[in-house]
């Protein structure tokens, strides 16, 4: 009797602990019910997405969250033929997209410029241009299409586009792919006219004067990650020219080389420090650029704080001029600084708030000498010299010297007889990268 009771209490303990891890049992013992729970969850719930769509699996209970949301379609707005074969096809989409462009059997990303955005076209033939954009947090967007023609007779407008949105001159690509290196006696000259230019610099001031460079990198150095498929293919030494002039330059005594490229690449993800569709930096870049020289020749510049940064849509730029779309049709949004404090030098003052140089500076094309006088400043007497990346760097400077002379625009060579009247502390001279060649003749 005692042996059929002690079997009948073993079959209950088993047929207990069965129940207790049998699937869909329902009977689960209280002590083992957490760790059974949580290895259930573990083994059980699972996230997969599909076309857009998160779904959650528990068990075999799927919970499925929202869609992710469509990226609106991108408009195109135009085409502008830049010569045979070569056109740029622009428009405007969601902010800060990247892009899936295809043209003909050619497919390429690129990235827009904020809201707007202007891709490059390469064609044998007539193509069909698709455009698809995609938004941060979003999927991709239908595509926008339009037929760019091909035209063998057309007008090389010397422009082209990189995958940034960005319209450059083609110009200064033999700066970009290294191909426009300085021989041995272009060198040669180079140094001895800043040799030249320190001596006859100090004969005419009866002291001694600073000779001082200020060399401005062309966008695509500090932007290289924007060029196209053919600019990486065709660069052999990019900004080779630059490496040897400022090299040259450091090994001639009583010269002072500011090489502005560390600077700028540095704060390049710190606003637009480059237009996208004009040659030239932005407002916002020249204050990086005047940061720097001051830091090097042991100066305080201004604090950013010390300017309103306000960005605006403009369509007055010299790349709209180039290319042939004229005002009206490609824009960008671009940085303007605006002093928050009286300015000392006049050259704030009546100031637009566009990339036509030129509007801010017709009294420095008609080839009279400008002055500026600030009682009290830190920095004695300068006279500067400068291409049109010049200008954006002007106000920032005057600022700080006593006598600020500036010769007229792209004159390269020192004025002595004005070196002997103003008598500078310091000649400065600023050059963009691509005019880094009239060195080899300027004295």
């Given at each position: 009797?005692?042996?059929?009771?002690?079997?009948?209490?073993?079959?209950?303990?088993?047929?207990?602990?069965?129940?207790?891890?049998?699937?869909?049992?329902?009977?689960?013992?209280?002590?083992?019910?957490?760790?059974?729970?949580?290895?259930?969850?573990?083994?059980?719930?699972?996230?997969?997405?599909?076309?857009?769509?998160?779904?959650?699996?528990?068990?075999?209970?799927?919970?499925?969250?929202?869609?992710?949301?469509?990226?609106?379609?991108?408009?195109?707005?135009?085409?502008?033929?830049?010569?045979?074969?070569?056109?740029?096809?622009?428009?405007?989409?969601?902010?800060?997209?990247?892009?899936?462009?295809?043209?003909?059997?050619?497919?390429?990303?690129?990235?827009?410029d904020g809201v707007y955005f202007?891709?490059?076209?390469?064609?044998?033939?007539?193509?069909?241009?698709?455009?698809?954009?995609?938004?941060?947090?979003?999927?991709?967007?239908?595509?926008?299409?339009?037929?760019?023609?091909?035209?063998?007779r057309a007008e090389d407008?010397?422009?082209?586009?990189?995958?940034?949105?960005?319209?450059?001159?083609?110009?200064?690509?033999?700066?970009?792919?290294?191909?426009?290196?300085?021989?041995?006696?272009?060198?040669?000259?180079?140094?001895?006219?800043?040799?030249?230019?320190?001596?006859?610099?100090?004969?005419?001031?009866?002291?001694?004067?600073?000779?001082?460079?200020?060399?401005?990198?062309?966008?695509?150095?500090?932007?290289?990650?924007?060029?196209?498929?053919?600019?990486?293919?065709?660069?052999?030494?990019?900004?080779?020219?630059?490496?040897?002039?400022?090299?040259?330059?450091?090994?001639?005594?009583?010269?002072?080389?500011?090489?502005?490229?560390?600077?700028?690449?540095?704060?390049?993800?710190?606003?637009?420090?480059?237009?996208?569709?004009?040659?030239?930096?932005?407002?916002?870049?020249?204050?990086?650029?005047?940061?720097?020289?001051?830091?090097?020749?042991?100066?305080?510049?201004?604090?950013?704080?010390?300017?309103?940064?306000?960005?605006?849509?403009?369509?007055?730029?010299?790349?709209?001029?180039?290319?042939?779309?004229?005002?009206?049709?490609?824009?960008?949004?671009?940085?303007?600084?605006?002093?928050?404090?009286?300015?000392?030098?006049?050259?704030?003052?009546?100031?637009?708030?566009?990339?036509?140089?030129?509007?801010?500076?017709?009294?420095?094309?008609?080839?009279?000498?400008?002055?500026?006088?600030?009682?009290?400043?830190?920095?004695?007497?300068?006279?500067?010299?400068?291409?049109?990346?010049?200008?954006?760097?002007?106000?920032?400077?005057?600022?700080?010297?006593?006598?600020?002379?500036?010769?007229?625009?792209?004159?390269?060579?020192?004025?002595?007889?004005?070196?002997?009247?103003?008598?500078?502390?310091?000649?400065?001279?600023?050059?963009?990268?691509?005019?880094?060649?009239?060195?080899?003749?300027?004295?």
């Amino acid at each position: 009797m005692k042996r059929i009771t002690v079997i009948a209490a073993l079959a209950a303990a088993l047929i207990l602990t069965a129940c207790t891890h049998a699937p869909g049992s329902g009977f689960v013992r209280p002590d083992t019910a957490a760790s059974a729970a949580t290895d259930s969850a573990s083994s059980h719930i699972t996230e997969k997405e599909t076309d857009g769509e998160r779904t959650t699996v528990t068990g075999t209970d799927p919970v499925t969250e929202a869609p992710l949301p469509v990226t609106e379609k991108p408009e195109i707005k135009g085409v502008a033929v830049i010569g045979p074969g070569d056109a740029i096809v622009y428009g405007e989409c969601e902010e800060d997209c990247r892009l899936s462009v295809t043209a003909g059997d050619d497919t390429f990303d690129a990235v827009s410029d904020g809201v707007y955005f202007a891709v490059p076209v390469k064609h044998e033939r007539s193509v069909t241009v698709s455009v698809r954009a995609t938004a941060a947090g979003k999927t991709t967007s239908e595509a926008a299409e339009t037929l760019v023609k091909y035209d063998k007779r057309a007008e090389d407008k010397g422009v082209t586009v990189t995958l940034g949105s960005r319209v450059i001159e083609t110009r200064v690509l033999p700066d970009l792919y290294g191909t426009n290196k300085l021989d041995k006696t272009e060198l040669r000259a180079l140094r001895r006219n800043a040799e030249k230019r320190v001596a006859k610099a100090a004969e005419a001031a009866g002291k001694k004067v600073d000779v001082i460079y200020i060399i401005v990198p062309d966008p695509m150095t500090v932007y290289p990650g924007e060029m196209t498929r053919e600019m990486e293919e065709n660069t052999v030494e990019r900004s080779a020219r630059m490496t040897q002039v400022v090299n040259a330059l450091k090994e001639v005594e009583g010269v002072t080389v500011v090489d502005l490229t560390a600077a700028m690449t540095e704060n390049r993800d710190k606003g637009k420090l480059y237009y996208k569709l004009d040659s030239h930096w932005t407002w916002l870049g020249a204050y990086y650029g005047y940061a720097e020289f001051m830091r090097v020749i042991g100066a305080e510049a201004r604090q950013l704080s010390d300017f309103e940064v306000r960005y605006k849509d403009i369509d007055d730029t010299d790349m709209n001029v180039y290319s042939g779309v004229g005002t009206g049709k490609m824009f960008e949004r671009a940085p303007f600084l605006t002093p928050l404090f009286e300015p000392w030098a006049p050259y704030w003052k009546g100031r637009e708030q566009t990339a036509r140089i030129w509007s801010f500076a017709n009294e420095f094309f008609n080839g009279k000498v400008s002055r500026s006088e600030v009682s009290g400043a830190e920095l004695g007497s300068a006279l500067f010299l400068f291409d049109s990346y010049g200008f954006n760097m002007i106000p920032y400077l005057a600022e700080h010297y006593s006598s600020f002379v500036t010769q007229p625009v792209w004159r390269y060579s020192v004025d002595y007889s004005l070196v002997s009247e103003v008598k500078p502390d310091q000649i400065i001279e600023l050059l963009a990268e691509r005019d880094l060649g009239e060195l080899v003749s300027a004295s």
